[in-house]
């Protein structure tokens, strides 16, 4: 796990059951939250990251951090409201590293949620921006990337996970 220095937070590896558990809303962005997107952008950028959902640091919040060297993006509540497009690509995670998955995904989507400041706001996110939206999203879905890969692949993976657990343990 990856450690922000200026937080206790650290990014959780599978097969940490956070990843795979279903986020929850939040009612109102307080200060809490606000310093949580802020230490959020901070360990992404450490770990080289372009987006970071809550639950991939060990929280049960629907939050995400995104910068795709177009600024920091800091949303909560994100839905998806509009999608069109597909296009399949080769997709890594930091809390599956080393690992990359082809995902097919929509090119262009539209994604609503709230701000730091408790205000909706609104993104028309295309190509590398709407890849990383619901690649996000799907973290608070309790979803990953080797969820999309074939069901042999899927095998390896979790063969590969167990024993680098395993050697983890010794």
């Known amino acids: 796990m990856k450690k922000s220095n200026s937080s206790s937070l650290k990014i959780h590896v599978y097969p940490a059951p956070i990843l795979k ?34 639950n991939q640091v060990g929280l049960d919040k629907q939050m995400l951090v995104i910068d795709i060297g177009t600024g920091p993006i800091k949303i909560a509540n994100p839905k998806i409201t509009k999608r069109s497009g597909r296009k399949a690509m080769e997709e890594g995670c930091l809390s599956l590293p080393e690992i990359i998955v082809k995902v097919k995904r929509a090119e262009h989507v539209v994604v609503k949620g709230i701000n730091e400041q408790n205000v909706e706001i609104k993104f028309d996110a295309h190509n590398l921006l709407a890849r990383v939206f619901q690649h996000e999203l799907d973290h608070l879905k309790g979803k990953l990337i080797i969820d999309y890969a074939p069901w042999y692949r899927k095998i390896l993976l979790q063969k590969k996970f167990a024993l680098s657990s395993k050697e983890k343990k010794k």
């Open 21 to 54: 558990k279903k986020a929850k809303s939040l009612r109102f962005i307080g200060d809490e939250e606000r310093k949580l997107f802020d230490a959020m952008i901070e360990l992404m950028q450490q770990a080289g990251g372009v987006g970071l959902a809550a």
